[in-house]
């Protein structure tokens, strides 16, 4: 289980900071990936990070607005999002998988864990 937290309402151009949390077993041997869905569209990837934070993937819209990150020692994940604009309103969904490899993961379904979505509004 996972547990998201961190959304809200923002204005265009703020910031928000996204939180992601496992109960129970550690975070440290696990990538992690932020998912946002908005209204009427599916589920994409925001931004991912391999279990030891060496590699990062961002989807080109977020690219240099968004950092993904992994404290293992907190077991704790953040995804620091700046220059919002409305078009980041949506709900944001963290999910774990169990990989050490080293490599990070785009697609939904290669995903175990989910949390249960934070939302995120921006007004413009």
């Known amino acids: 289980q996972l547990q998201a937290s961190g959304g809200g309402l923002a204005q265009a151009g703020g910031s928000l900071r996204l939180s992601c949390a496992p109960s129970g077993d550690s975070f440290a041997r696990y990538v992690m990936g932020w998912f946002r869905q908005a209204p009427g569209k599916e589920r994409d990837i925001v931004a991912a990070?391999?279990?030891?934070?060496?590699?990062?993937y961002y989807t080109e819209s977020v690219r240099g607005r968004f950092t993904i990150s992994k404290d293992n020692a907190k077991n704790m994940g953040y995804l620091q999002m700046n220059s919002l604009t409305p078009e980041d309103t949506a709900v944001y969904y963290c999910?774990?998988?169990?990989?050490?490899?080293?490599?990070?993961?785009?697609?939904?379904?290669?995903?175990?864990?989910w949390g249960q979505g934070t939302l995120v509004t921006v007004s413009s």
């Open positions: 999910a774990t998988k169990q990989d050490n490899s080293g490599l990070v993961f785009v697609d939904d379904y290669e995903y175990h864990y």
């Open positions: 990070i391999s279990w030891n934070g060496e590699l990062t």
